[in-house]
Every structure is written in C-alpha cells, then in structure tokens.
C-alpha cells in the first residue's frame, strides 16, 4: 500500500466524518479525487478499493462511489488503527522548513513580478472563491498560488527548491484537506496578491509569514482534535 493512498483513505475517512454521510450516501467520484487532491488515478483506486474490502464503500459501475455501511464516531477511530499514524514530526518540520523559504518567495515575488504571475495568483484565487462557496477541497487552487509565487522570482534554484517541497508537503496538504480553514487561506491569498500587485515586499513578505504561522496553528489543532477522538 503506497503513502499516497494511505493518505486518500484518511482523507476519505475525515471526509465521511466531517460531512456526517449516512449509509447510502455519494462520495467524490475517481475523477473528482483526482482533481480535489492532484494525485494519481492508481492511488485513488487503491485507497477505493481497500475501503470497499473493508466493506466500508461500495463502488456502483457508472454511478459512482457509496458509503456502504453507517460509521459512527468511534467506530471511525478504531479504523484509522490500520491506516499508519501521521508523521507528525516530519509533517512539522516539513512547515517549518516551508515557511522559511515561502516568506523570502513572497518578498521577491512582489519585487519581480509580471502580469503573466498575476493572472495566474488572481485565477487561483478565483477558483479558491469558488472551492470555499462549494465547501470542496482547495488544495489545487492553494498549491498554484504557491507555485506562481516561487516562478514570480524569476530564480530557477528557488523554484526547483519549491517544487521538491511541494512533492514532500502534498501528503500535508491531504491530511489536512478537510480541516483547512478555508476563509483564512482565501484571506491572506488576497491580501499577498494585493501586496504583490502593489510590489510592496515587505508587506507581502510579512503576510506570507503570517499565513503559514496560520497554517502551522491549524494543524497542531487537528492534531488535537484526533488525539481527543482516540
């Protein structure tokens, strides 16, 4: 069982527990995890596979995906048991570590900055309007605001940097998808490209700073949370 679709399983799980499905319910097809979290068809329907030989799901030919049996609270806990726990240093690390390159990203982002690498901020930011209005996954909208940000440098070493963090951060982003804090992120998303467009890099270095602080806090929360569900 590959990492990602361990984390496509909690994902799935988190999704059943925050949303309150019942026996009966729909879940997000293959193609709409695939664009919710940006990974592989194969680890999608690994993940799908062993929760429908858990006798979790049920996968109706060209209807979809259902939750096959109602889950209650505990009964949620006891089955993360076979899912391996979250890195939880590694995960911290891997924040800390991205909010030490991402603040510099953003002061330079705004210093060097073209209309192509606001089109792109403003269309990511459009599409996070829109994940927050239909309570959907932001992970894609949220990972191409970052990425334009780092390409807005204009420094290729920056940007390889980036990219290889992005590759390690994503099965963050999955443990986190369904308790991100949504609003917020939409917030400061805002606020940086304003200071971009502004090219004002001390303030768009100072609100980058302020977010991922933002996401750090939110995350040692979830953290919280699943140790008081245990």
Same mark, same amino acid.
């Given at each position: 069982?590959?990492?990602?679709?361990?984390?496509?399983?909690?994902?799935? %799980?988190?999704?059943?527990?925050?949303?309150?499905?019942?026996?009966?319910?729909?879940?997000? #097809?293959?193609?709409?995890?695939?664009?919710?979290?940006?990974?592989?068809?194969?680890?999608?329907?690994?993940?799908?596979?062993?929760?429908?030989?858990?006798?979790?799901?049920?996968?109706?030919?060209?209807?979809?995906?259902?939750?096959?049996?109602?889950?209650?609270?505990?009964?949620?806990?006891?089955?993360?048991?076979?899912?391996? #726990? %979250?890195?939880?240093?590694? #995960?911290?690390?891997?924040?800390?570590?991205?909010?030490?390159?991402? /603040?510099?990203?953003?002061? !330079?982002?705004?210093?060097?900055?073209?209309?192509?690498?606001?089109?792109?901020?403003?269309? #990511?930011?459009?599409?996070?309007?829109?994940? /927050?209005?239909?309570?959907?996954?932001?992970?894609?909208?949220?990972?191409?605001?970052?990425?334009?940000?780092?390409?807005?440098?204009?420094?290729? /070493?920056?940007?390889?940097?980036?990219?290889?963090?992005?590759?390690?951060?994503?099965?963050?982003?999955?443990?986190?998808?369904?308790?991100?804090?949504?609003?917020?992120?939409?917030?400061?998303?805002?606020?940086?490209?304003?200071?971009?467009?502004?090219?004002?890099?001390?303030?768009?270095?100072?609100?980058?700073?302020?977010?991922?602080?933002?996401?750090? !806090?939110?995350?040692?929360?979830?953290?919280?949370?699943?140790?008081?569900?245990?």
């Amino acid at each position: 069982m590959s990492v990602i679709s361990e984390t496509v399983q909690k994902f799935l %799980l988190d999704y059943i527990r925050k949303k309150g499905l019942q026996r009966g319910d729909k879940l997000p #097809s293959e193609r709409e995890l695939v664009h919710l979290l940006e990974v592989g068809r194969s680890s999608i329907r690994e993940a799908l596979q062993i929760l429908a030989e858990r006798g979790i799901i049920e996968k109706h030919a060209g209807k979809g995906v259902y939750l096959k049996t109602i889950l209650f609270h505990k009964e949620l806990n006891d089955i993360t048991t076979w899912i391996p #726990s %979250l890195d939880v240093n590694q #995960s911290l690390d891997l924040l800390e570590f991205r909010k030490g390159i991402e /603040v510099k990203i953003a002061f !330079l982002a705004a210093k060097r900055r073209d209309f192509k690498c606001i089109e792109i901020l403003q269309k #990511s930011i459009d599409d996070l309007s829109i994940c /927050v209005e239909n309570g959907t996954s932001i992970i894609v909208p949220d990972l191409l605001f970052h990425a334009a940000l780092a390409t807005a440098t204009q420094n290729d /070493v920056i940007v390889n940097v980036y990219q290889s963090v992005v590759k390690n951060f994503k099965k963050v982003r999955m443990e986190m998808a369904i308790n991100d804090d949504m609003d917020n992120a939409l917030y400061y998303h805002k606020e940086i490209l304003n200071a971009v467009k502004e090219q004002d890099s001390e303030r768009s270095g100072r609100l980058m700073q302020m977010h991922l602080e933002d996401v750090q !806090l939110n995350y040692r929360a979830m953290l919280t949370e699943l140790k008081k569900d245990k």
